[in-house]
Nanobody, 129 residues
Framework: QVRLVESGGGSVQAGGSLRLSCAISGNTYSSWYSTYCMAWFRQAPGKERERVATIYPSGSNTVYSDSVKGRFTISRDNAQNTLYLQMTGLKPEDTAMYYC??????????????????WGQGTQVTVSS
């Protein structure tokens, strides 16, 4: 079983920066990173969950939602078993619980939301104006 644990959330003022981390542990066999998609999702109260950043297996591609493009950067350090989300230019509308997730890449689903079946517990990000 793979376990994901997020950290790095907090409260910042608009325009500030935060870096979220997601520690990956458990059964990450040698080809895991070349097989699994990883992503950051967020959910604000009363809103649907939104996938904000995705990194494809082996880091071959990254994708961002329009709401964070140019401000957030997803990266992964396989040696440290950690996924990151660097967030800059934070806005009050970025306030949400942020979750990291992992799922096996497949031809049919790719790295779209149905792929993700391993989730962390979340870390809260609050941006004040």
């Amino acid at each position: 079983q793979v376990r994901l644990v997020e950290s790095g959330g907090g409260s910042v003022q608009a325009g500030g920066s935060l870096r979220l981390s997601c520690a990956i542990s458990g059964n990450t066999y040698s080809s895991w990173y070349s097989t699994y998609c990883m992503a950051w999702f967020r959910q604000a109260p009363g809103k649907e969950r939104e996938r904000v950043a995705t990194i494809y297996p082996s880091g071959s591609n990254t994708v961002y939602s329009d709401s964070v493009k140019g401000r957030f950067t997803i990266s992964r350090d396989n040696a440290q078993n950690t996924l990151y989300l660097q967030m800059t230019g934070l806005k009050p509308e970025d306030t949400a619980m942020y979750y990291c997730a992992a799922g096996r890449f497949s031809i049919g689903v790719s790295c779209l939301p149905p792929a993700y079946n391993v989730w962390g517990q979340g870390t809260q990000v609050t941006v004040s104006s």
